[in-house]
Nanobody
Framework: QLQFVESGGGLVQSGGSLRLSCQVP????????IGWFRQAPGKQREGISC??????YYSDSVKGRFTISGDSAKITAYLQMDDLKPEDTGLYIC??????????????????????????WGRGTQVTVSS
């Protein structure tokens, strides 16, 4: 099982920004693909953005507002969230899968829920957007 170090959640007003960070100790972004999943109150967990090498995927709900990236050392993955809306409120969970477990970041985001143990899950960080 992979371990995670997640940070960056908090309370922000509508229109504001937050940046989430995720590290998988002992692994770099050359070893694992990273995804961010959102668990909103009363809703199913949703894969909102995934990163594999330099290929990115975004769900329609965040496209154009969120940016997933890795630092130059390929140790930390980030999710920059701009123009936040109240409907973005939820628990944001970092996930990781060994490179080549999924054939694309879109597949990781769509299929991790039913993919068995291929994707490992962090505990999440809460994001609350007030109107």
């Amino acid at each position: 099982q992979l371990q995670f170090v997640e940070s960056g959640g908090g309370l922000v007003q509508s229109g504001g920004s937050l940046r989430l960070s995720c590290q998988v100790p002992g692994f770099t972004l050359d070893d694992v693909d990273i995804g961010w999943f959102r668990q909103a109150p009363g809703k199913q967990r949703e894969g909102i953005s995934c990163l594999s090498d330099d290929i990115t995927y975004y769900s329609d709900s965040v496209k154009g507002r969120f940016t997933i990236s890795g630092d130059s050392a390929k140790i930390t993955a980030y999710l920059q969230m701009d123009d936040l809306k109240p409907e973005d409120t939820g628990l944001y969970i970092c996930a990781a899968a060994k490179v080549s477990e999924w054939y694309s970041p879109e597949a990781m985001c769509f299929l991790s829920e039913t993919g068995g143990s291929r994707t490992n899950w962090g505990r999440g960080t809460q994001v609350t957007v007030s109107s």
